[in-house]
């Protein structure tokens, strides 16, 4: 067996394992723009501030993982995808122009150790290369899946059917980190990877068939579940009840669930907000959160939430108060939504956010 085909057995290997559920497959180029089939610019089931099924499902090739430090990184690709940037409330759809020779390419970063995947919050740059040339370099978007949650993604054209390496460099850690994570290298990391690309390996990942879902369940309130990954955890946020401290509350608003707790820390008390995806309790970062408490018509707090990540909480939002009393009146102010691209499903959603207010 010769290197490209070992290289296809393995790769073949990593998208079942990663593919979970998925049946069927492409069987040529026709179906590398597999989003074409099911795109139009604004889709007629897409519902304003709120998350749809997404209409098909697909699959994902791992080229491989890198410990570097205290921290993981793993790399996967797919067929090329639309998704939507985002600006403030505003989002701009990114169409999929050239997918003959197109991947979609998606990192994670995750806490070795714990296995609790860390904010996107630092940002994550690659550099494409080929042989010792340097075809592109920019930073990735991060964003939000149905399949995946969390994680850095974009379209990368690769000119030919040949080898290219990948250098992948995550940023200085920026967000507060607790617990296990406290004492974490801060350390920007950097790790290479290879990918001997071939059209038909590619072909090979499994995208679910067209009638394998009904039509009328696309665009329902509703979303794809997370893909079965072995070598790699998902950014889902703990449940409620598995939350440090006391459950004040939760609420929803654009359809994202945010979730209160308090808790006793040397300081005080420490306000947890978490707000996450619906069905499949994606933490949602890249937010900008303030918070108010009234006391029997006197404010006791107001200020923001700051960003912070540990294996008890995950990625959330907090910050230390006197004091959390029954009786309190809690509100939430978003002054940005999640600044994270979308894939479909998601893009109408998390947008027009309101404050959300609660009694304690």
């Not at 492409?26 to 209409?55: C, E, K, L, M, T």
């Not at 940037?85 to 070795?112: C, F, P």
Request: proline residues 7%; contains cysteine.
């Amino acid at each position: 067996m010769n290197r490209r085909d070992l290289l296809r057995a393995s790769g073949v290997a990593a998208a079942g394992a990663l593919s979970g559920c998925l049946v069927g497959g492409s069987s040529g180029d026709s179906d590398a723009d597999s989003d074409s089939q099911f795109d139009s610019p604004s889709p007629p089931w897409s519902r304003s501030n709120a998350v749809y099924h997404q209409a098909h499902r697909k699959g994902m090739a791992m080229i491989g993982t890198a410990q570097k430090g205290d921290r993981t990184i793993g790399l996967s690709y797919t067929y090329a995808k639309r998704f939507w940037t985002v600006t403030g409330n505003q989002t701009k759809r990114v169409a999929v122009e050239d997918s003959y020779n197109s991947i979609h390419l998606m990192a994670s970063v995750w806490d070795t150790e714990t296995g609790t995947v860390l904010p996107v919050d630092s940002g994550l740059q690659v550099t494409v290369k080929r042989d010792d040339e340097k075809l592109t370099q920019r930073a990735m978007w991060p964003m939000l899946s149905q399949q995946m949650g969390i994680h850095f993604g974009d379209n990368f054209l690769l000119p030919s059917q040949e080898e290219y390496s990948f250098v992948i460099d995550s940023g200085k850690p920026t967000v507060q980190r607790l617990g296990a994570l406290e004492d974490r290298s801060k350390d920007p990391i950097t790790a290479q990877f290879s990918l001997d690309f071939t059209r038909s390996t590619r072909n090979e990942i499994p995208i679910e068939p067209r009638g394998a879902q009904p039509l009328e369940s696309r665009g329902e309130p509703d979303a794809l579940p997370p893909m079965e990954m072995s070598m790699q955890p998902v950014a889902v946020a703990p449940p409620k009840d598995e939350l440090p401290g006391q459950l004040l509350g939760t609420g929803t608003n654009a359809d994202a669930v945010v979730v209160f707790t308090a808790s006793e820390n040397a300081d005080g008390t420490y306000l947890t907000v978490s707000p996450r995806t619906p069905y499949n309790q994606y933490f949602l970062p890249l937010m900008s959160l303030s918070a108010t408490i009234e006391r029997d018509g006197t404010t006791v707090f107001d200020g923001p939430l700051s960003t912070a990540v540990g294996p008890d909480r995950g990625y959330h939002y907090g910050a230390t108060v006197d004091s959390i009393m029954s009786g309190d009146d809690l509100t939430i102010v978003v002054d940005s939504p999640p600044q994270v691209a979308r894939h479909s499903g998601y893009e109408t959603a998390f947008l027009d956010m309101s404050d959300v207010s609660l009694t304690v």
